[in-house]
């Protein structure tokens, strides 16, 4: 897995080196702003956990720059630094598929865990439609780094005191277990819609899937979990304004 991001980053560095020759027209636009949105999680943990999906806040600061448009694409590269709300939130079923019940309380047992990032994707990102008014299509991808700072347990039982007994699943270690590595690190690709409106900025719309390469639970033989990576839906708003722009574009 960790090959795979070698070749994301060197993938990336070759599209910063060819927009650098400016083989298109040329551009030199600079924007800045800031992003909000809703991040729905989990984790794909070996042994297996029977999950929802986690949900969260994100939200940062955004920066793009646009170097050249080849032909009918819009060539840039973009990126963020974020603050987000990820984890993971079991479905705690019996063999029937029903809530499992907890013996001393009498309610059924409810379990999830929410870990705080700080997130840095940085795209390559390829556009196709208006630049300075009206709409645009875009399409962007390329690797995301996250650092822990924080996390919360919500359980509404007494480890010691769970339902064992009718539980389906019933790999638990990871209720106990912090996590163990703070640097997260995996691919991020996005699709969305941006209007842009002259002299007030750019609307962008977009939707974005994150899959981890990295674990965040120690997984060597001796380890009880092999995998443990994250899985992210992020749905999310984006406002930029031009600092540098083109002229006579």
């Given at each position: 897995m960790r090959n795979r991001?070698?070749?994301?980053?060197?993938?990336?560095?070759?599209?910063?080196?060819r927009m650098t020759a400016q083989i298109g027209e040329y551009r030199n636009n600079f924007s800045v702003g800031f992003n909000g949105g809703y991040v729905l999680s989990?984790?794909?943990?070996?042994?297996?956990?029977?999950?929802?999906?986690?949900?969260?806040?994100?939200?940062?600061?955004?920066?793009?720059?646009?170097?050249e448009k080849y032909f009918s694409t819009i060539c840039a590269l973009y990126g963020e630094v974020n603050f987000a709300q990820l984890?993971?939130?079991?479905?705690?079923?019996?063999?029937?598929?029903q809530p499992v019940i907890n013996a001393v309380t009498g309610i059924r047992e409810e379990y999830s865990r929410t870990a705080n990032y700080v997130q840095i994707p940085l795209f390559a990102r390829l556009g196709w439609g208006r630049e300075q008014k009206g709409a645009q299509f875009f399409f962007q991808v390329g690797p995301q780094f996250g650092f822990l700072l924080s996390e919360s347990t919500k359980m509404n039982f007494k480890f010691e005191e769970r339902n064992q007994k009718d539980r389906i699943n019933e790999t638990c270690a990871q209720d106990t277990m912090s996590i163990q590595h703070r640097f997260d690190y995996g691919i991020a690709g996005g699709l969305g819609l941006e209007y842009s409106i002259p002299k007030v900025g750019h609307f962008i719309l977009e939707g974005r899937y994150y899959y981890g390469?990295?674990?965040?639970?120690?997984?060597?033989?001796?380890?009880?979990?092999?995998?443990?990576n994250y899985g992210n839906i992020v749905i999310k708003l984006t406002y930029l304004f031009d600092i540098i722009k083109t002229k006579n574009l």
């Open positions: 991001l070698v070749i994301l980053l060197a993938l990336l560095l070759t599209f910063t080196v989990n984790v794909g943990f070996t042994p297996s956990v029977t999950q929802g999906l986690h949900g969260g806040i994100t939200g940062g600061i955004s920066a793009r720059y646009v170097s984890g993971w939130k079991e479905n705690i079923l019996d063999r029937n598929d390469l990295g674990n965040i639970f120690a997984d060597s033989k001796r380890d009880y979990f092999s995998k443990s």
